[in-house]
Nanobody, 127 residues
Framework: QVQLVESGGGLVQIGGSLRLSCAVS???????????MGWFRQAPGKTRESVAA????????SYAGSVKGRFTISRDNAKNTVYLQMNSLKPEDKAVYYC?????????????????WGQGTQVTVSS
């Protein structure tokens, strides 16, 4: 079984920053580099949307237009961890953020493509 555990969420003021982490463990420990990874978010009453995604070797990334230039996805395959650095946070960034994993080379922005999901971490942006 594969486990994904997000951390780093919390309450931040408008314009502030947070860094989310997603640690992957389980039988995948020796093969984390086989997984493309994605960050998604879901606000109340809205569908889950892709925020950022990264290929399995980190060489290719994708960002939603609403976060491009503010968020950065990265991964450390030696630590089995993917990160989401979020800067210049806005009230509309408030959501539960999920990381997800899929065994493939390139990233995907489609939630249905991902095989494994974390439990989510809440991000709240206030004035």
């Amino acid at each position: 079984q594969v486990q994904l555990v997000e951390s780093g969420g919390g309450l931040v003021q408008i314009g502030g920053s947070l860094r989310l982490s997603c640690a992957v463990s389980g039988r995948t420990v020796s093969s984390f580099s086989s997984y493309a990874m994605g960050w998604f978010r879901q606000a109340p009453g809205k569908t889950r949307e892709s925020v950022a995604a990264i290929s399995r070797n980190g060489g290719s990334t994708s960002y939603a237009g609403s976060v491009k230039g503010r968020f950065t996805i990265s991964r450390d395959n030696a630590k089995n961890t993917v990160y989401l650095q979020m800067n210049s946070l806005k009230p509309e960034d408030k959501a539960v953020y999920y990381c997800a994993a899929v065994i493939q080379t390139y990233w995907s922005t489609l939630p249905a493509r991902y095989d494994y999901w974390g439990q989510g971490t809440q991000v709240t942006v206030s004035s």
